[in-house]
């Protein structure tokens, strides 16, 4: 049979495909007799179940802080529309965390409320979080704050207010939802934590008066490289991913103290954000464990402009 074309359509990327081809006339009735003939014909071959483009998390529970905006909406979205149930933490956008998840079934999602500048809020977030479904299989560390008046000429009330505000958003709250999980992951045999930390944690900022961010984020980097090192062996895979720019309202109100995005762009290799989804893909492969000896590596998404 000689083809003349065909084409593969599909809804979504967890759909079925249907696959249509055209013929000749003459040869649809040669190869298909039962076919009727007719002058071009365009028939349905099958309705295929392929393999789906995004990774299977069908079945797996996720946790994602910092959920409502920017990287961690990315990460939650992306990783309910590939078969997750999804915990999704806010701090005060409730709005924010529903939109991010709108395409996600009602029965695979549910949205925490915690204030992680109270440290009893980010135990009770681990709490709420567990008894959803029993079991967190993938902990995605994410939120995080970024302060713009850190800087070293500040006077010393404002700078520790900086540095103790960030420390405890960034790091102290944090570093207690990494503690529930490893003793969760001990007691169940084993899960995914996926710590997102920062060029900036290797490289430094390019504006001093963020050094308490780039300071946290070179602390979750270090406790989560700690963890990988100390339960490779107990089935705790662990991962970091340091973004470069990203397209996030807190890179835009970066790019403003830089003096616009055009003059952020330039120093950027590829002349761009990093798109969220770039990380939340990232995170969503992470998330299946296939790689598991890539544990304790540090990935890099910052589109060639920064490379070690």
């Known amino acids: 049979m000689r083809w003349r074309g065909w084409r593969l359509q599909t809804k979504s990327p967890r759909q079925h495909f249907s696959w249509q081809a055209t013929w000749p006339a003459a040869s649809a009735g040669n190869c298909f007799p039962s076919m009727p003939a007719s002058p071009d014909p365009i028939w349905t071959i099958a309705s295929l179940e392929l393999e789906p483009l995004m990774p299977d998390l069908d079945g797996k529970t996720i946790l994602v802080t910092g959920a409502s905006k920017g990287i961690g909406a990315s990460i939650a979205r992306i990783a309910g529309e590939a078969g997750a149930f999804v915990i999704a933490h806010y ?9 991010a998840l709108a395409t996600v079934p009602a029965e695979r999602k549910r949205f925490v409320q915690a204030d992680l500048h109270d440290l009893d809020a980010a135990e009770r977030l681990w709490d709420e979080a567990q008894a959803w479904r029993g079991r967190i299989d993938v902990f995605v560390n994410n939120a995080a704050i970024m302060r ?37 992951y001990l007691a169940s045999g084993g899960g995914i934590l996926v710590t997102i930390s920062s060029w900036g944690a290797q490289r430094g900022v390019t504006n001093p008066a963020t050094m308490a961010y780039a300071a946290s984020k070179a602390a979750v980097k270090a406790m989560a490289q700690t963890i990988a090192r100390a339960h490779a062996r107990d089935n705790i895979l662990t991962y970091i991913i340091a973004p470069g720019v990203v397209g996030t309202q807190m890179s835009e109100a970066f790019a403003a103290t830089q003096g616009g995005t055009e003059k952020v762009f330039a120093g950027l290799a590829m002349g761009e954000w990093v798109p969220p989804d770039d990380i939340g893909h990232l995170v969503a492969f992470l998330a299946t464990g296939k790689s598991r000896h890539l544990s304790g590596a540090t990935l890099d998404v910052n589109g060639a402009t920064y490379i070690r």
């Open 148 to 184: 713009w008046n850190g800087g070293v000429d500040e006077d010393d009330e404002t700078w520790d207010a900086v540095w103790a505000e960030t420390l405890q958003v960034n790091v102290l709250a944090p570093a207690r939802l990494v503690r529930r999980a490893v003793k969760h």
């Open 91 to 99: 701090g005060s956008d409730l709005p924010g965390a529903e939109a």
